[in-house]
């Protein structure tokens, strides 16, 4: 299925109805609008969900704005005489769009085109872009969750990957004491072990270790002890370490 971008919605929509782009005046829409109805619609429906970067209140309009234009197109379906659609469903709907990106956030983050297993790197992918979304909707203990998440499934993914490394070796060096499978290990210990092997750097790994910390704070007993809470600082702070990590682990790759 070809993506859309929001921009692509905002020109069909100046093209379907002129008057929304130069701000003047349309009246109702009806039965004859369906076409261009539908057709807006479709396009919508193919934009990323993680493109669709709108605050609280504009993300339930834009919902609101949708459902109604799908509830009269199936009316008119019934009954071409059915009742007009009020016009600022189609003037939501381009505002929305207006004002949400054309690119993914962070790009590198976002391909990690470095992984060369196809359904590992789909499913990070929708992590990354499950973690931003959560940022653009205020949602800041689920960005920080996912994103120390993600951080651990790439850190894992690279060490499982590289036979050669010495993993067991590594992590005696830094005195952990570790589950001989990397399968039960846990962030805290993939960071120190992977800065030691020189997959990360020690800026990322100090940033990533904050990101396991801020992770932490999902347990209700660690937040009541520490008084600690996640917040748009836990966000973005486990955010940009995921940003490290993933830069530092994609230029590994392309030793």
């Known amino acids: 299925m070809p993506t859309v971008m929001p921009s692509q919605v905002v020109k069909i929509v100046d093209r379907c109805f002129p008057a929304v782009a130069k701000k ?4 109702p829409l009806d039965f004859n609008n369906r076409f261009e109805l539908r057709a807006i619609i479709d396009l919508l429906e193919k934009v ?12 339930a309009e834009l919902i609101l704005a949708t459902s109604l234009i799908r509830e009269h197109l199936a009316h008119w379906a019934r009954n071409p005489e059915a009742r007009y659609l009020a016009s600022t ?3 939501t709907i381009r505002n929305v769009m207006a004002r949400c990106p054309d690119e993914f956030p962070a790009p590198a983050a976002i391909e990690l085109s470095f ?3 196809n359904e590992l790197r789909d499913g990070i992918r929708s992590d990354v872009g499950a973690t931003y979304r959560s940022v653009e909707h205020a949602e800041w203990k689920a960005a920080t969750v996912l994103a120390g998440a993600t951080i651990e499934a790439l850190l894992h993914w690279i060490l499982t990957r590289d036979f050669a490394f010495d993993v067991a070796a590594a992590a005696a ?3 952990l004491k570790v589950p001989e499978s990397l399968d039960g ?23 990533a270790m904050l990101a396991k910390d801020y ?14 809470r996640c917040d748009r600082g836990t966000a973005y702070s486990a955010i940009g370490a995921l940003e490290r990590v993933v830069a530092d682990v994609g230029a590994y790759c392309g030793r």
């Open 173 to 175: 060096a830094e005195l």
């Open 24 to 27: 003047e005046r349309l009246g």
């Open 115 to 117: 992984i060369d297993d």
């Open 89 to 91: 469903t189609v003037v």
């Open 48 to 59: 990323p969900d993680v493109l669709i970067s709108a605050p609280h209140d504009d993300y």
């Open 185 to 207: 290990w846990v962030l805290g210990q993939f960071i120190p072990v992977a800065r030691r092997l020189e997959v990360i750097r020690e800026d990322s790994a100090t940033a």
């Open 215 to 228: 992770r932490n704070l999902i347990h209700p007993g660690r937040t009541a002890r520490t008084g600690q």
